[in-house]
């Protein structure tokens, strides 16, 4: 049987979706002999996730700088809390690794934003929304492409928190930690796809039809 996809998900069905959140553990860093270790570690994987988070600016003309970088494997996610760290050294070692697989969303954003940090070449980095068209998906957020493949719903609601509060809160490990992993499970989706072949992609119309019952 034919896996479903959609040329554009339907947004008015994500809320009704069951939630999914990321499984592992999670470790936040705040000091350079601590990200040392946790650089090292994921040196050492065959695949990461990342995703940057920035306190938000509610003033015009005001900006912030990129105030977390959480980096998963599919076990273990680390939140480098880079108002405290800054973009060090080991770190920068990472960002330029060429071994590496790493998997971001919309990382033109994320590089300008993690380059207000420090500089650094890119290494070995895969952007989803460079492979999604492949398979005549439009949509190119995370949250519509999650839902897409996986009929699961990641929650955005504490994307608009305080990323520099002085401990972060559960919920916002959570959330970082969950949209860091879910680029790799989304790759890792996409490249089953592209080896079996066996998906059809349906235009935007057809998410009338999408039952909720039956996923």
């Not at 065959?46 to 600016?57: A, S, Y």
């Not at 993690?114 to 957020?141: A, C, N, T």
């Not at 002085?166 to 080896?195: F, G, M, N, P, V």
């Amino acid at each position: 049987m034919l896996t479903k996809i959609y040329s554009k998900f339907n947004k008015k069905l994500i809320p009704a979706l069951p939630r999914v959140v990321f499984p592992g553990r999670i470790i936040v860093i705040s000091a350079e002999p601590e990200a040392k270790k946790a650089v090292d570690y994921l040196m050492a994987q065959n695949i990461l996730g990342i995703d940057t988070e920035t306190r938000p600016v509610f003033k015009k003309g005001k900006h912030n700088k990129v105030a977390l970088f959480q980096v998963s494997t599919h076990q273990v996610c680390f939140l480098f809390r880079l108002n405290r760290l800054g973009l060090s050294p080991c770190l920068i070692r990472l960002l330029e690794d060429t071994k590496v697989l790493k998997i971001g969303l919309s990382l033109d954003d994320d590089f300008l934003m993690l380059r207000q940090r420090g500089e650094f070449k890119k290494g070995k980095f895969v952007d989803l929304q460079d492979i999604v068209h492949e398979f005549g998906i439009e949509d190119l957020s995370l949250q519509k492409l999650y839902a897409n493949l996986f009929h699961q719903r990641i929650s955005k609601r504490e994307q608009l928190t305080n990323w520099e509060n002085k401990t972060l809160t559960e919920k916002q490990q959570l959330y970082a930690a969950t949209d860091a992993w879910a680029c790799i499970k989304i790759y890792e989706r996409l490249k089953e796809l592209a080896s079996t072949q066996d998906y059809e992609t349906l235009s935007e119309g057809e998410t009338l039809n999408f039952n909720l019952a039956n996923q």
